[in-house]
Structures are given as C-alpha cells and as structure tokens.
C-alpha cells in the first residue's frame, strides 16, 4: 500500500440544534492497509446524528464521519474550554474462564458468585493485577437467585482485586457476556475508563427453583397477619400441590415454545438435514479436542474444582454415536425431527471473563494487547408473528455490520458463531447465502458463503457447552488469541488479521463483534 492515509476535517453546523459536528474524510482512495488506520471510533456506535461514528466506504474513498456534539451555555463554555479529546479504540489484554461443567457435574455446588470470582482471579493472576483498582467491571448471569442481586459486585468482592474495584450486572440472554465486553470496550473508548474487564456466568445446576404461586401468595398473608386467627387462615388456604417447587421456564413468553422447539422450525423451514447436523457437531468436538491437545487454552483458562477440561467434550465420539441418538425436538410440531442431544448445545455450568484497556494503559503496564475491537451491533427480529426464526438474528446482524465497513465475509480470517444449535450455525450460514433472503434485507445479493476453514476453527458451544452468560467472554477470549497468534501477517500483506463473533440470543435477539489483531 502506498503512504499513510491523509485526514482533514470540515466542520459544518446543525441548523436544528446547538451541535457543531466536525466531518473526517479520507483523500486517498486505497482502502486502508488496516482499519485501525482511520481515527478511532467507539465500538457500538451507530447513529449518524450528533455524537456518532460511521464507517463506510464509496467507490472513491474511504470515509469515516465522526460527529463532536458541543454544548451550548455555561456548562459548554466550560467543557469547550479545552480540546474534546477523540475516542480510541479499546483493547483486549487477556482473558480467563473456568472449563465448563455438565449441569449436575463438578460444580453442581458451585454458585454463580464462585464461578464468576474463580474467573475474575484466574485473570487477575496471570495478568499481575492482584490488589489493583480497575475502573469497572461488568458481567451478568441469565439463571439468577434473588441473592444474586449484585453477583458481580459481589465476585469482586471475592476477588484479589482492590474492593474499591466498581461493578455492575449486565443481562441480554445469551449475549449477556458479549454485551459486557461491549459496554466496558465502549467507556474505554470514550476515554470514561482506562481498563475493566467484562463477561459472564451461569450455572444450570443452581438455577432457581422457586415456590408456587398459591404458596407465595399463602406466606404473604401469613407475614402481614396480626393475629392468630388471621395466621391460621392463611396457613389453611396452602394446598398440597402449592407445595411442589416450580422450575425455570424455557419457554419463550409470547410463543410458548422452547428454544429448541423455535430452533426446529427454523431447522425444517431451512431443509437442515439430521446427516449436516451430526457431521457438523463432530467437528466442533474435533476442532476443540486438537486445539487443548497443542495447548491453545493454557494461557486462556484456569482449573477449578478438579476440571481442567471442559466436561462436555467428546473427543471420541463418531457419526455412528451421533446417529444413534434419538431426536428430541421437533416430534410434535409436525416437522421433520432432526435434532439430538448429539447436535444440541448442553446445559453447562462455567464463567468467562475479559480484560480490556486502552492502548496507552497496555503500554505503561507492559501487556501486549491481543486484539482491538473494532465495532459492535446489536439486531432483533420478529419471531412471535413466524416472521423469522426465534435464533436467526446473526443473519441479520452479520450484513449489516459488514456493511457499515466495507467488508466481505472473505476479509475475516477467524469467524466465531456459537453454536446454540447445530442447526442454529447451519440456517445461518444457509441465510447468508440466500440471494432470496438477501433480498428481505434490502441487499441485491447474498452476502457469501463462510469458509468453513474459518469458521469455529477451535471447536465451540456444542463441544465446550453454553453457560448462558459465559460464551460470549469465551468466544471473545478464544477469537482474540486466534487473532494474536496468526499476527499481522495474513493473505494480504499489510493488513491486519480480522476475526468476527456473532451470538443468537432469546427473545430473537442477536449481537455481533468485529475484532482486530494485535
């Protein structure tokens, strides 16, 4: 690539509000030999009016638009007193997670809390951070306990960090995680913290069991009885069956289904067939036993409660074990019912979590950053109308964070999309090559087809488990040290390495991540 990009501002004024907005473009028409090449913007920003980032690219140049709302008033002429300092770009320093336990295995008496400080001190350990204030951490758990409340908080708490560590609960279903990293990367960013580490936990084994409706509503009436009479009222009303415990509820609320139900109609709709499905979930087994057995993982996880694996990995199982199972989605919802407990994500127990700082706090402590992250997107679709299938906001997600940089499929060289469901990767990756689909988003064509060279290369959720709030800190954990290790080098010299995430979650949610190498 030929010299560096040259920048210049044009600063233009709103006619409909005191914001001054200043415009970055790029003269040169080469694409940049690296995205972090453009002034740095906020990871999750989106909109184009004042205080917004956008990265686009035109068949002349490569533009990047960066808005500076001013204040109007006092309190602007106070704050316009010195120079508004520009975002950075956060990066990843390092990551940690506990090896993921089958529900009612190793950690069957193991809290969300434990879990969580487990990881914080992995973490903490291996990056010398013990007694250090950080400026905030944020995780969050998806199956909670009314102790719970504050986990985070509390995990730091427990943790060798300085108490004066500040923290906070974060929750978006099985973006959970991956949505903490955002939220801390974003504050980096905007120069609002130096470092902080984001992520997650769940634990299918303490989810909470609560009492029954009749029987809260009897103890109410207990607790605000006066007198002896009114107590024993309320104790007669108590039935025998208010005494049965009420387990979670996986269904969805507006459709009644379960995820995995939800996912089987997406399955038949899509033609997935039980054969991909099993081959698919093979691989990831495969692909996760090889990258423990070179040691991918070492400086990415610690032990904890006997495990030093993840305790759903099968590396020996086959297409013969797989095609054994017996399906266990889909027989009453009059579809083709293809999937197993073989291709489905277990329910897990594990935490996850992340460090993140900005790139002169990295400097001055000596850390060699990971990765960057470049960009964040969160998308939804209408699953309760049979619009679209309940996990397929990744193929919604996916183009149109491509397409605010320019980028196709081909220009990542690790893409990370958990595997909720065989099936969920599969409808996916089908969508995104779909010129009909394509033609739903508003695109002309498809967007591509993924590399399966690419894709998951370290195995993913089918093999490790999915600890609801857990995968998101573990899928960026493992893409930034994919990243990390194939270097700046990669197919088109100069550039560096790309890597992306995407995460289905409940509620026909989905967030997706662009990272860079380090």
């Not at 028409?29 to 740095?40: E, K, L, T, V």
Request: charged residues 20%; neutral net charge; glycine residues 10%.
């Amino acid at each position: 690539m030929s010299g560096p990009c040259s920048w210049t501002t044009r600063r233009t004024w709103r006619t409909s509000s005191s914001l001054r907005c200043e415009r970055w473009s790029c003269q040169r028409a080469a694409r940049p030999s690296s995205i972090s090449s453009a002034p740095s913007a906020p990871a999750h920003w989106t909109s184009t009016t004042g205080g917004a980032s956008e990265l686009t690219e035109s068949p002349s140049c490569r533009v990047m638009e960066y808005m500076k709302p001013r204040v109007s008033g006092t309190l602007g002429t106070a704050i316009q007193g010195g120079p508004v300092p520009e975002p950075r770009r956060a990066v990843i320093v390092g990551a940690n997670r506990i090896p993921f336990a089958k529900i009612g295995g190793a950690y069957r008496h193991s809290s969300n809390r434990d879990m969580l400080t487990a990881a914080i001190d992995g973490l903490v350990a291996r990056a010398g951070l013990a007694g250090e204030r950080l400026d905030d951490v944020a995780a969050g758990a998806v199956l909670k306990h009314s102790r719970d409340h504050n986990v985070t908080r509390e995990a730091v708490l427990g943790s060798a960090l300085d108490p004066h560590t500040p923290a906070h609960d974060v929750q978006r279903a099985c973006a959970t995680g991956l949505e903490a990293i955002i939220g801390v990367s974003n504050k980096i960013a905007l120069r609002q913290a130096d470092v902080g580490i984001g992520g997650g936990v769940d634990s299918a084994s303490d989810a909470p069991i609560v009492v029954s409706e009749g029987l809260r509503a009897a103890l109410l009436d207990l607790n605000r009885a006066r007198t002896t009479q009114k107590k024993l009222a309320a104790l007669a009303r108590i039935r025998p069956g208010d005494l049965l415990p009420v387990a979670p509820d996986v269904a969805e609320a507006r459709t009644g289904l379960s995820m995995g139900e939800h996912q089987a109609l997406t399955t038949a709709r899509w033609g997935i067939t039980r054969k991909a499905q099993d081959e698919y979930a093979l691989a990831s087994h495969q692909r996760l036993a090889a990258a423990y057995e070179r040691g991918f993982f070492d400086g990415l996880m610690t032990p904890y409660r006997g495990l030093a694996r993840d305790e759903s990995l099968r590396p020996d199982t086959s297409l013969e074990k797989l095609a054994s199972l017996k399906p266990v989605f889909g027989k009453d919802l009059d579809v083709p019912a293809t999937m197993t407990a073989g291709n489905s994500t277990p329910l897990s127990d594990g935490a996850s979590v992340v460090l993140l700082s900005s790139p002169e706090w990295a400097e001055e402590r000596g850390h060699r950053p990971l990765a960057a992250v470049v960009d964040a997107l969160t998308v939804a679709v209408d699953f309760t109308s049979g619009a679209e299938g309940l996990l397929m906001g990744g193929a919604y997600a996916i183009p149109r964070l491509l397409d605010r940089h320019g980028l196709s499929l081909d220009d990542f060289d690790f893409i990370e999309i958990h595997e909720a469901f065989a099936a969920t990767v599969l409808a996916t990756l089908a969508a995104l090559e779909d010129d009909e689909f394509a033609r739903r988003l508003g695109r002309e064509r498809a967007l591509g087809a993924v590399d399966r060279e690419r894709l998951n290369v370290t195995g993913s959720s089918l093999a490790a488990g999915h600890p609801f709030a857990a995968t998101g800190g573990r899928i960026v954990g493992t893409l930034a040290a994919l990243l990390h290790e194939r270097g700046q080098s990669r197919h088109r010299t100069g550039e560096r390495a790309l890597g992306l995430v995407s995460v289905c979650a409940a509620g026909g949610q989905a967030t997706t991540m662009i990272l860079e190498a380090r």
